[in-house]
């Protein structure tokens, strides 16, 4: 997840970690959508370069990148995670969302998958544009659209805290 749009980078290249992945255009995006799953289970969903959600096997929300601040989950919140650079060192300053604001987010996360699945469900106004699986674009679409309903049912559920993080 590139700090800056510049630095993002050819995700349906480069994203070797995520496969099968795949990049569609939809009318509510002004920008085309990268999906990518990894061997574990767990999938990613980027929405140009910002916002970007990664989401454990059940759909539950382990990391994000919203109007340009990573956040991470702690199991029963989200820290937002800011970069902090002086001369001789760099930092990351971690603050853990208050509930209201962590509501916010999940909402606003909701809404843009909602969206997502409807877009989806049109085959008119789904256009998968590049994609690397083993599976025919029907069957594609199918699990893009079977993993937007896991995000949807788990919306309100954040992943357990990721190991090694606090």
Same mark, same amino acid.
């Given at each position: =997840?590139?700090?800056?749009?510049?630095?993002?980078? /050819?995700? =349906?290249?480069?994203?070797?970690?995520?496969?099968?992945?795949?990049?569609?255009?939809?009318?509510?995006?002004?920008? &085309?959508?990268?999906?990518?799953?990894?061997?574990?289970?767990?999938?990613?969903?980027?929405?140009?370069?910002?916002?970007?959600?990664?989401? /454990?096997?059940?759909?539950?929300?382990?990391?994000?990148?919203? /109007?340009?601040?990573?956040?991470?989950?702690?199991?029963?919140?989200?820290?937002?995670?800011?970069?902090?650079?002086?001369?001789?060192?760099?930092?990351?300053?971690?603050?853990?969302?208050?509930?209201?604001?962590?509501?916010?987010?999940?909402?606003? =996360?909701?809404?843009?998958?909602?969206?997502?699945?409807?877009?989806?469900?049109? &085959?008119?106004?789904?256009?998968?544009?590049?994609?690397?699986?083993?599976?025919?674009?029907?069957?594609?679409?199918?699990?893009?659209?079977?993993?937007?309903?896991?995000?949807?049912?788990?919306?309100?559920?954040?992943? &357990?805290?990721?190991?090694?993080?606090?």
């Amino acid at each position: =997840m590139a700090l800056h749009e510049q630095d993002r980078e /050819d995700l =349906m290249r480069e994203a070797i970690a995520l496969y099968p992945r795949a990049e569609f255009q939809v009318p509510q995006e002004s920008e &085309p959508v990268f999906w990518g799953q990894k061997r574990s289970g767990q999938y990613s969903f980027y929405f140009g370069g910002d916002p970007v959600y990664q989401f /454990d096997e059940q759909g539950h929300l382990r990391r994000a990148y919203l /109007d340009g601040h990573l956040y991470r989950t702690q199991g029963n919140t989200l820290a937002r995670l800011t970069k902090v650079r002086t001369a001789d060192s760099s930092t990351l300053e971690r603050y853990d969302l208050k509930q209201a604001e962590l509501e916010d987010v999940l909402h606003r =996360m909701a809404d843009r998958f909602t969206r997502l699945q409807t877009e989806l469900e049109a &085959p008119d106004r789904f256009q998968l544009t590049e994609y690397l699986a083993d599976s025919t674009e029907e069957e594609l679409r199918e699990q893009i659209q079977v993993q937007i309903a896991l995000v949807l049912q788990g919306a309100t559920q954040l992943a &357990p805290r990721i190991r090694g993080k606090r």
